[in-house]
């Protein structure tokens, strides 16, 4: 059992920048794919970055300008938002899965992959 709570969310003016941590309780944090995700008013929850063993992954819109990092020795998984936009607007979620070493994509991505998920952080970016 794996145990997240984000932080670091906020409102903020387009251009600005905001981290999102989230710190896991729980054991083997290190095994585990961590992935963020995101959901805004009246949409479907989306993937916004995950990172494996092989790397980082990125949604298209926010490439360039978010980057996903671990501290396996914080049992913390970050998200740096950087150059933000009205439409990242949304609730943010990390979660933690079995990391498979699958070369999938899709298995990264998919919210199904995830067995343990956070509370979820508010982002409000103004115009």
């Known amino acids: 059992q794996v145990r997240l709570v984000e932080s670091g969310g906020g409102l903020v003016q387009a251009g600005g920048s905001l981290r999102l941590s989230c710190a896991a309780s729980?054991?083997?944090?290190?095994?585990?794919?961590l992935g963020w995700f995101r959901q805004a008013p009246a949409k479907e929850r989306e993937v916004v970055a995950a990172?494996?063993?092989?790397?980082?992954y990125y949604v298209d819109s926010v490439k360039g300008r978010f980057t996903i990092s671990r501290d396996n020795a914080k049992n913390t998984v970050y998200l740096q938002m950087n150059s933000l936009k009205p439409e990242d607007t949304a609730v943010y979620y990390c979660?933690?899965?079995?990391?498979?070493?699958?070369?999938?994509?899709?298995?990264?991505?998919?919210?199904?992959?995830?067995?343990?998920w956070g509370q979820g952080t508010q982002v409000a970016v103004s115009s």
């Open positions: 990172i494996s063993w092989s790397g980082g």
């Open positions: 979660a933690a899965g079995p990391n498979t070493y699958s070369d999938d994509l899709n298995y990264y991505t998919a919210a199904t992959t995830y067995l343990f």
């Open positions: 729980g054991r083997a944090f290190s095994t585990y794919v």
